[in-house]
């Protein structure tokens, strides 16, 4: 079972809630909030650079100009001159608590932990009521505490336990909490607080697959299939708690039902590196099956998706299969660039050798010792490879939702050059003016086109958007 240890971003409203950048009136400083609320919802150093490039210089304040001119002397690797520029705008903008945030977001983005901390503690000076820094200090606690342990478990739970004081009405802080406590074998504690987390969002996917892994940690797998099983009512498209849910099945040997799940995944999901997983589990069962060519279709769409050691090795071992020595060099290569071990599995031939890797990468999987079938799949994807989102677009919290939260699923039709040319809202919906929101944010997204031997083509991906109520 692979926990899930990614921290839940808080909620756009509770971002710019209460703790939102407070400026005086005027067209300038107008500009300047626009300017850090883009920001802020920007992901990667990259979009943040071009949000700075899109400002009309004469409308901008001294101080969001210095912090942009800061931001960007970060991005090429100038850190003292950076934080000088960063100083100067806090000296002009004392409460700019949003500055030392953006900063800390960019360190850890290159993994400089330390110079993040140092920036989020900033920010948590200035404003210790805004979420963002607790936040960043649970993320990097979190990451130390898989080398330093307990210790720094406890400080990323004190961390995230400050967003619960600030936003007790949002269930990312409860989430958070949660997963930490469940970290520490806290479990008691940790379904209370996931349940009190799941009282303020009872429609949220991720919540149930978090709550499934933590009936696992407990010895509790049937209430964790349950759990599961709702994410995947709630949200098809949920790659992680496809393949945990397929997982616990293989290492029950309900190898049919195993399959069923992952097969029905690979319908649903096609965004995103748990996508690319997914299709990788799949075609692990496709090799050991014998099925080559859709084991090789598989592993090449996961390539895509999700370009890890792991999908490169399976695909180059099913190649040299396939007697594509060349192919299978290059894949085994760029492998053993992050890992060689891994790497080395693929290399192998001869009796056993594709069993070995395929033992490896499903890990307690109680697989058949003879031949076996799989059952057939009805895909209907006309193409080879998904679409691969490379810019998404977030959906903004409409004020007419009127506090109300819930996951919005789009349906999005885009065309060979990547672009979305149609969108539509699936499935229930809900207030519509979440659905109009999620419209407006799903035609704004890009993507590497989905692929049919080689050539782009037109396809469809559903992207879900979930928004917590105020």
Known sequence: MHWPNALRLPSEAALFGAAALALAPGPSHGQTARLFEQLQLAETIEERLAVCDRLDPGEETPYGALFCDGFALLAAGRDSLAGAYLDAALRSRPDLAIGCVLFADAYMERGDLERAETWYRRARAINPDRLSPHYGLGRIYLERAETQGEPAFEKALDALREMTRIEPSSPDGWANVGMVQARLGRYEEAEESYERAL????????????????????????AAVESWKRTLEIDPSHAPAIRELASLYGRQGRLDEAVATLQDGVQAAHLGPAAGRVRR??????????????????????????????????????????????????????????????????????????????????????????GFTLPDETSELPYDT?????????????????????????????????????????????????????????????????????????????????????
């Open 199 to 222: 009282r303020l969002a009872p429609e949220d996917p991720v919540l149930h697959h978090s709550i499934g892994s933590l009936a696992v940690l407990r010895g509790d797998e049937e």
């Open 386 to 470: 998904s679409p691969v989102p490379v810019y998404r677009a977030l959906a903004r919290y409409p004020d007419a939702a009127g506090g109300i939260g819930g996951t919005i699923h789009v349906r999005v039709r885009i065309d060979a050059k990547g672009r979305v040319v149609d969108a539509e809202v699936v499935g229930e919906g809900g207030n519509p003016a979440l659905e109009y929101a999620a419209l407006d944010a799903a035609r704004n997204w890009r993507f590497e086109p989905a692929r049919l031997q080689g050539k782009p083509v037109a396809s469809e991906a559903t992207i879900p958007f979930r928004f917590t109520g105020r």
């Open 281 to 370: 589990d799949l075609g692990l069962l496709h090799l050991l099956a014998g099925d080559l060519e859709r084991a090789a279709t598989l592993f090449e769409e996961a390539r895509v998706l999700s370009p890890d050691p792991r999908t490169l090795t399976a695909l180059a071992h099913t190649r040299l299969l396939q007697g594509s020595a060349d192919a299978a060099a290059e894949h085994l290569a760029r492998a053993a660039e992050e890992d060689s071990t891994v790497a080395a599995l693929g290399e192998a031939t001869g009796a056993g050798a594709t069993r070995a890797l395929v033992e490896r990468f499903l890990p307690d999987w109680d697989l058949p010792e003879g």
